[in-house]
């Protein structure tokens, strides 16, 4: 059993394979957290405190006790007005302008399998691999509802949380903030890991001391963003990617999200995540509930590799879904860096015959197919493919492409519109505008307003009636820019954002049924919205507009945190590359985006014959390794922010393979580079298959290998590692 229930202490107990969680219903009714950490028996409110402490408010049923304070006991669910000075995990607000709840324990119960969210995205597992707990918590004096879950995927080490809040009362009521996960951890100094970035430079690795400074991280944009990857980590202070404790917190949710960490004055530290609190104001009339999207939390006492190891099984096995969970997406080749807006049907036909010639398996025809679409000022809303443009009918494109043995995939951003456009012209109310106010522009487009059903049933017709009838296989699903006029007429302010997700994940969802065989990439300027909720509608996501190798090396290792290898959409482009200008060998290029889906984002008529020759040979080579690829452990072994060879590896879950990884960043005379690896059985040893060497496990991960002295910039390295039975 993963959830016990202890009735005379009323103490929950959450096991996993290697961790424990608890919370207490105590004796005035309040839920408390009481621990989240390494797997450990038996009943810990031994660790709560009571004293009298100085400014700390006692709650009116106590009477005179001083020693029992909201304000320093650590607690599952915080909200306003309890006297809990920290950081609420909920703020409500009711039609005759009282503030706050104070939350008592009602009830709880225990089911088989793992609970679901309507209209969101939310992990799921069968009966005999999750369970769910559900706890109930009532204001006597508010009207209000709270229904805490708690879903337990035990052999990943995973909990997941979400809160429902229930209007019980006759008269509307607001939530001005409802988060959906919150911990209080009573002792230690922590550090905050999180994930910056901006278009082109997304998820670098941040990791600062959590202090008495609240801090907030959030993103304002409507969108998980670059700037603030809905994901974070809290860190001791020595934890590194093999030992040390560490918990993560991951929403599965594509708008704007917020994380709070901070030490309170008696030293415990609360660690938050849910929907941000920037232009939220949620309005539930009587009988209305309100669900939070959902928290992924995982621990681990081996670092981070193997937090990161929990969370993409629960991505890869419980997340994702559709035709292609859990197989190889194809080697695909992408228009965009080839030839922009400038193409037509015969270039792409051409395209696609190189690409054919190649070894790639899906050929994608990138923005500009569509209405007027010749740069990126104008006709987004207007689905029409431009037949004059592609001197054929798109049936007939897709039908010559599968003719020559490949897949055929289209760009799309349906959430999007022009203001030069039919659909801007006949419909400007679509639009997210404030009005009396231009609205502020941005790549010269608008958002359209998701929030409105009728709106997305527009766009969902559209869309279909492009796919219908042509076999087409794939859709790379762009979002280019954040929302900033958020108003929607008829709707309050306060709601139009979190709408607007469940607009978008509608379609998604209603696009996902009506073409279940389609591969979807998620996109967003690059890296956008590569957030845990676009997973569970698109199957892959485009990691970033920057392709240039050495960048890369940072954005995948940052995303490598929180995300499986094999969602990041990695492509090879050529040299200098077309965003930073950087030349890097071509070997090199590859080797960083094998871990990837792996694609192409190139003209190859303009490679030379060796280049294809060494493209055949890579494609070759990921074809060969895709297996591991996509269902080993991928390791990160040095950093791209802090070492001058950044390294990672991925390995079979049974050990018995291993690829490695390399690539040198600094070139410096005569220095000797050591390889270390990780996660090999130990005491086994490892045949290299490049050229027989026999190793031994343990020498590999403690002492490693040096690299080979190679010159010039950007050298990498690949090799693998297979266990043998015996030294022999
Ligand atoms: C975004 C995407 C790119 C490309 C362009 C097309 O920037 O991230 O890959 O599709 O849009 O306009």
Known sequence: MAILYQKEKRIFTIHTKNSTYQMQADAHDRLLHLYYGRHTEGEMDYLLIFRDRGFC???????????????????????????????????????????????????????????????????????????????????PAVPVRVELYYGVLPDLDIITRAACIVNEGKERIWLNR???????????????????????????????????????????????????????????KDTTETSGSCWAMQMLYSGGSMAVAAKDPFGSTRFQMGVAAYEFRYPLEAGESFHTPEAVMSYSREGFSALSIHLADCIRQHVIRGSWKGKVTPVLLNSWEAFYFNFDGEKLLRLGSEAKSLGVDLLVLDDGWFSNRSDDNSSLGDWTVNEKKLGMSMQELVRRIHDMGLKFGLWVEPEMVSENSDLYRSHPDYALRTPGREPVRSRNQLVLDFSRREVVDHIFDALCAVLDGTGIDYIKWDYNRSIVDIYSAGRETGRVLYDYI??????????????????????????????????????????????????????????????????????????????????????????????????????PSKLSEAEKKEIRAQIRMRNQDADLIFHGDYRRLSSPFTDPV?????????????????????????????????????????????????????ALMEAGFPLPAQKGDYTAYEWHFTRVDARA
Not at 92 to 106: I, S, V
Not at 193 to 209: D, I, M
Not at 555 to 570: E, H, K, L, R
Not at 665 to 692: H, I, K, N, S
Request: aromatic share 10%; hydrophobic share 35%; net charge negative.
């Open 646 to 698: 950044t390294a990672w590896s991925i390995t079979a879950k049974d050990g018995s393979r291993v690829i490695l990884s390399a690539v040198k960043t600094a070139l410096e005379f005569d220095a000797q580079q050591y390889v270390r690896l990780a996660g090999l059985t130990p005491d086994a040893w490892y045949r290299r298959e490049e050229d027989g060497v026999l190793f031994a496990a343990n």
């Open 178 to 236: 409802a988060l959906s996960a919150s911990i209080d951890i009573a002792s230690g100094d922590y550090d905050l890991v999180s994930f910056w970035g901006h278009h082109g430079l997304e998820r670098n690795f941040q990791r600062v001391p959590v202090t008495h400074t609240e801090q907030t991280l959030q993103s304002r944009r409507g969108m998980s963003s670059h700037q603030f990857n809905p994901f974070c980590i809290l860190a001791e």
């Open 57 to 139: 408010g006692n709650p009116p049923d106590l009477g005179n006790d001083r020693t029992y304070s909201l304000a320093d006991l650590p607690q599952e669910f915080p909200t306003q007005g309890t006297g809990d000075f920290r950081s609420p995990a909920c703020e409500l607000e009711t039609a005759d302008g009282r503030y706050g709840c104070d939350l008592k324990f009602d009830s709880y119960t225990i089911t088989e399998g793992k609970y679901s969210l309507p209209g969101l995205p939310a992990v799921y597992a069968g009966k005999e691999e999750a369970q769910t707990l559900k706890i109930v918590l009532r204001d």
């Open 502 to 603: 469940l607009g978008l994940y509608d379609l998604l969802d209603r696009i996902g049924k009506r073409y279940p065989a389609m591969l979807i990439e998620g996109c967003s300027g690059g890296g956008g919205r590569f957030d845990a909720g676009m997973m569970y509608y698109t199957r892959q996501t485009w990691c970033s507009d920057n392709t240039d190798a050495i960048d890369r090396l940072k954005i995948q290792y940052g995303t490598s945190f929180g995300y499986p290898a094999d969602v990041m959409g990695a492509h090879v482009s050529i040299v200098p590359n077309e965003q930073n200008g950087r030349i890097t060998p071509l070997r090199t290029r590859g080797i960083t985006a094998m871990p990837g889906t792996f694609g192409y984002e190139l003209d």
